[in-house]
């Protein structure tokens, strides 16, 4: 009785999510994570063809998904993302904020990797914080109201083991190549996630809204074999993670089996931080 009763904290039965970033690498994952516990996901993205499909390959699981289309950095946006959820199912209780600019996976930031500290674009700094940090405050914002409404509910942070920790700039390096950089943005922006996720929580101490981050280590995703050689190298399990190695930790803060943590920080990295 006892395994059953722990087991059935995992349950997402009759809860409802909302994704940001619900279309990436991770945030996909999540979102079937979320659907696989039997709660009702909005899977929210900007690019609004990624979107459907992600929810369109969660039929025939438990929870129902849909896809929002999402722009972090618009106020609006942000609060119809949160409405149309609510409209569809009800309520709102957990939002992962999972969108967020890197410079391997984000068209707009192609090529940044080659800027040096000195020459580094204040537009693109400017871009970053937008996203990383005041979409998250946006969606953030928009879903407490909504939460404090109903009664409570769990914000989920994605952070990085670089808002931990300084980038090992020597893993990118390449023979014969020009210098390449993890960009200034991204450990600024992923410590930032700390910082607002710790406020948060004490904020809504007595609320029944916990908040909570999650920093994954790095995920592999057809990296070259000189860096996944080079990354692998620095953890101490010796390799990269795999990109469905973060959705027990996700579940885990989502669910009633964290029910007692908040302003915490799980950190799923492979023991690169442990070094």
Same mark, same amino acid.
């Given at each position: 009785?006892?395994?059953?009763?722990?087991l059935?904290k995992?349950? =997402?039965?009759g809860?409802t999510? @909302?994704?940001? &970033?619900?279309?990436? =690498?991770?945030?996909?994952?999540f979102?079937?994570?979320?659907?696989?516990?039997?709660?009702?996901?909005?899977?929210?993205?900007?690019?609004?063809?990624?979107?459907?499909?992600?929810?369109?390959?969660?039929?025939?699981?438990?929870?129902?998904?849909?896809?929002?289309? =999402?722009?972090?950095?618009?106020?609006?946006?942000?609060?119809?993302?949160?409405?149309?959820?609510?409209?569809?199912? &009800?309520?709102?209780?957990?939002?992962? !904020?999972?969108?967020?600019?890197?410079? #391997?996976?984000?068209?707009?930031?192609?090529?940044?990797?080659? $800027?040096? /500290?000195?020459?580094?674009?204040?537009?693109?700094?400017?871009?970053?914080?937008?996203? $990383?940090?005041?979409?998250?405050?946006?969606?953030?914002?928009?879903?407490?109201?909504?939460?404090?409404?109903?009664?409570?509910?769990?914000?989920? $942070?994605?952070? +990085?083991t670089?808002?931990?920790?300084?980038?090992d700039?020597? %893993?990118?390096?390449?023979?014969g190549?020009?210098?390449?950089? #993890?960009?200034?943005?991204?450990?600024?922006?992923?410590?930032?996630?700390?910082?607002?996720t710790?406020?948060?929580?004490?904020?809504?101490?007595?609320?029944?809204?916990?908040? !909570?981050?999650?920093?994954?280590?790095?995920?592999? !995703?057809?990296h070259?074999?000189?860096?996944?050689? $080079?990354? +692998?190298?620095?953890?101490?399990?010796?390799?990269?993670?795999?990109?469905?190695e973060?959705?027990g930790?996700? @579940? /885990? =803060?989502? +669910?009633?089996? +964290?029910?007692?943590?908040?302003?915490?920080?799980? %950190?799923?990295?492979?023991?690169?931080?442990?070094?």
């Amino acid at each position: 009785m006892a395994i059953d009763g722990t087991l059935g904290k995992f349950s =997402l039965n009759g809860r409802t999510a @909302l994704v940001t &970033g619900g279309a990436g =690498l991770l945030g996909a994952e999540f979102c079937r994570t979320l659907a696989e516990a039997g709660a009702s996901v909005g899977v929210a993205d900007l690019a609004g063809d990624r979107a459907p499909a992600v929810a369109a390959g969660l039929k025939g699981l438990p929870g129902i998904a849909r896809p929002v289309g =999402l722009d972090v950095t618009r106020p609006e946006s942000v609060q119809s993302a949160v409405d149309d959820v609510v409209a569809a199912f &009800g309520r709102l209780d957990i939002l992962v !904020n999972s969108a967020a600019l890197d410079p #391997k996976f984000d068209p707009s930031q192609v090529g940044r990797h080659t $800027n040096a /500290f000195e020459d580094y674009p204040l537009e693109a700094w400017n871009q970053a914080l937008a996203v $990383n940090l005041t979409g998250m405050f946006l969606c953030s914002q928009a879903a407490a109201r909504q939460m404090l409404h109903q009664g409570g509910g769990v914000i989920i $942070n994605i952070c +990085s083991t670089y808002g931990l920790v300084g980038p090992d700039q020597r %893993i990118y390096e390449r023979p014969g190549q020009p210098a390449q950089f #993890k960009p200034v943005y991204y450990s600024v922006t992923k410590a930032g996630v700390l910082g607002m996720t710790r406020y948060l929580a004490t904020y809504y101490a007595g609320k029944s809204i916990r908040v !909570n981050a999650l920093t994954p280590g790095g995920v592999y !995703n057809e990296h070259d074999e000189t860096f996944e050689r $080079n990354y +692998s190298a620095r953890t101490v399990l010796g390799r990269m993670a795999r990109k469905e190695e973060m959705n027990g930790a996700l @579940l /885990f =803060l989502a +669910s009633e089996a +964290s029910s007692y943590m908040t302003g915490a920080n799980l %950190i799923v990295d492979g023991g690169w931080t442990a070094l």
